[in-house]
Antibody, heavy 118, light 111 residues
Framework: QVQLVQSGAEVKKPGASVKVSCKTS????????IHWVRQAPGQGPEWMGW????????NYAQKFQGRVTMTRDTSIGTAYMELSSLRSDDTAIYYC???????????WGQGTLVTVSS | QSALTQPRSVSGSPGQSVTISCTGT?????????VSWFQQHPGKVPKLMIY???KRPSGVPDRFSGSKSDNTASLTISGLQTEDEADYYC???????????FGGGTKLTVL
């Protein structure tokens, strides 16, 4: 079955960077986009961007442009999201999710908690 | 920046039907047939319930249905069950430059 497995929780200081991985299995990695969505405590999901896993083209939400970088390694079927210049309000669970058509996010990774604290 | 407006909470009794609305603009919901709905239980990963306005992924009960009229999308849950109690989020595509937005979420309480 299709699975997305993310890297473990991270604790970072303000100003640092974090890189989260999303390892896929059960399908051909380069066939579908991978999106990154975050959810702050008690808040709704917030879309961060997508990566076309076939050619590496990315599209980031305006809010994160200049701070986020999405990459992929097709040899191991893994996508990455790096967020820099972390602030306390970046504390959230970060999810990767696959789409087949447009915004049919399914499945999702299990989530990675990133805590930004001094 | 687009914003999708949902009621903060709705409620219903087991067996009843409820509808959750999601209001956007002609630049997002009204402009594309790309609206999704997600169910999220506390501490769990969001689950896709509806995509492309009204399509149900395999495994989602047909008690869940989606529709759209002008700039407003709706999720209807019929025959409410206690396990339907959760947060529900709508999501819409809004074009290439600022593509995807989620609503603020609606808490469904099954009384």
């Amino acid at each position: 079955q299709v699975q997305l497995v993310q890297s473990g929780a991270e604790v970072k200081k303000p100003g640092a960077s974090v890189k989260v991985s999303c390892k896929t299995s059960g399908y051909t990695f380069t066939t579908f986009f991978i999106h990154w969505v975050r959810q702050a405590p008690g808040q709704g999901p917030e879309w961060m961007g997508w990566i076309d896993t076939n050619n590496g083209v990315t599209n980031y939400a305006q809010k994160f442009q200049g701070r986020v970088t999405m990459t992929r390694d097709t040899s191991i079927g893994t996508a990455y999201m790096e967020l820099s210049s972390l602030r306390s309000d970046d504390t959230a669970i970060y999810y990767c999710a696959r789409t087949v058509t447009n915004i049919d996010f399914d499945p999702w990774g299990q989530g990675t908690l990133v805590t930004v604290s001094s | 920046q687009s914003a999708l407006t949902q009621p903060r909470s709705v409620s219903g009794s087991p067996g009843q039907s409820v509808t959750i609305s999601c209001t956007g603009t002609s630049s997002d919901i009204g402009g594309y047939n790309y609206v999704s709905w997600f169910q999220q239980h506390p501490g769990k990963v969001p689950k896709l319930m509806i995509y492309d306005v009204s399509k149900r992924p395999s495994g989602v009960p047909d008690r869940f249905s989606g529709s759209k009229s002008d700039n407003t999308a709706s999720l209807t849950i019929s025959g409410l069950q206690t396990e339907d109690e959760a947060d529900y989020y709508c999501c819409s595509y809004a074009g290439h430059s600022t593509p995807i937005f989620f609503g603020g979420g609606t808490k469904l309480t099954v009384l």
